[in-house]
């Protein structure tokens, strides 16, 4: 089986102890292509470090995570607009909204998402979104995006049907982790409803890990335990799955 985890974060300080044996183990497990999200300026060395020493299998993504939008925030989105500029990537990501944490840069949030997605759409890239406690802020912007040049990943999916009707609608894909193996995680009560053609696997490594790893660090080799689920969900066999959701990441990625 080839598998693709379309979001992981392996150059955190949670794998430096263990990184090579990480990706090396998720490659027994089948998984051949990484893709990264970015956070903020200060990993982007160790993105391209990655990229440099995995040409074959990791590829990166630039943007600045909502839950990093503060007082610099102008000065993050000047460090994106100038890799963006001046590096090939795989999507602008991860962007979107964060009121979990924080409210008080909802307005910054929305600014800065809005204008990655316009520089996505220059670029000719997919986005991966980020949404938590924040889908009708999430959908307003997105709305104002809406066209055959909006392609991307709700990444981390964790809405109710509708949710992922629009979603779908707006020519996005989900993103399916290990919140899909919780028993209190809910979408996997709709989920057979939504096309396999309309999905994609990731980690979110090294958050998220699926049961039964619940509560430990979280890593790609685990997307087996995903593909697991969603072979019982859809009651199709994990080689189709595999197959099919691979081809999903790879329509939206291009490389």
Known sequence: MKLIDTHTHLYVEAFDEDRDYVIQKA?????????????????????LD????????IRLMMGLHPTYVRENYKDELSHVHQ?????????VGEIGIDLYWDKSFLKHQQEAFDL???WAKEKRLPIVIHCRDA??????????????????IFH??????????????????LGIGGLVTFKNGKIDQFLKQISIDDIVLETDSPYLAPVPFRGKRNQSEYLVYVLKKLSEI?????????MITS?????VFKF
């Open 83 to 91: 890799y963006l500029v001046n590096h090939d990537f795989a999507a």
């Open 156 to 173: 981390c999916f964790t809405g109710a049907k509708e949710h992922a009707e629009r979603a779908i609608g707006l020519n996005l894909k």
């Open 116 to 118: 990655q997605i316009q």
């Open 27 to 47: 490659k027994e497990k089948g998984v051949e292509r990484f893709y990264l999200p970015s956070i903020d300026s200060s990993y982007t060395n160790r993105m």
């Open 234 to 242: 859809y009651q199709r066999n994990e080689e189709d799955i595999a």
């Open 50 to 57: 990655l990229e440099k020493r995995y040409p074959d299998s």
């Open 135 to 152: 889908f009708n802020e999430v959908f307003e912007v997105l709305e104002g995006h809406r066209g055959n040049d909006l392609t991307g």
């Open 247 to 251: 081809k999903n990441a790879l329509a």
